[in-house]
């Protein structure tokens, strides 16, 4: 197998594994009953609670999550790190 086609492998491995990531962590917020705001087919979502004025930018693929407006700036990586973020500021 060539480097060519082992990077092809892989990339197509990664984009699989970053879909299946997507659709379950979306189906988990969604279980939780955690409202969100779908964009880009929902790679990106967002989760605000207005009452705490709480706004998360989350990218399931990656499980990438920031919360906006705090310095220095406040980012984890996992689905279920962001659930428990969330439920202990409700």
């Given at each position: 197998m060539s480097d060519n086609e082992l990077f092809k492998a892989l990339y197509e491995q990664n984009k699989l594994k970053r879909e299946g990531n997507r659709v379950g962590s979306t189906k988990m917020l969604e279980t939780a009953g955690i409202p969100?705001?779908?964009?880009?087919?929902?790679?990106?979502?967002?989760?605000?609670?207005?009452?705490?004025?709480?706004?998360i930018d989350f990218w399931p693929g990656t499980g990438l999550w920031r919360v906006r407006h705090t310095r220095p700036e406040f980012k984890q990586r996992g689905v279920r790190k962001l659930m428990n973020y969330i439920q202990n500021r409700t």
């Open positions: 969100f705001q779908a964009l880009n087919n929902g790679a990106h979502l967002i989760i605000q609670y207005a009452e705490h004025k709480l706004i």
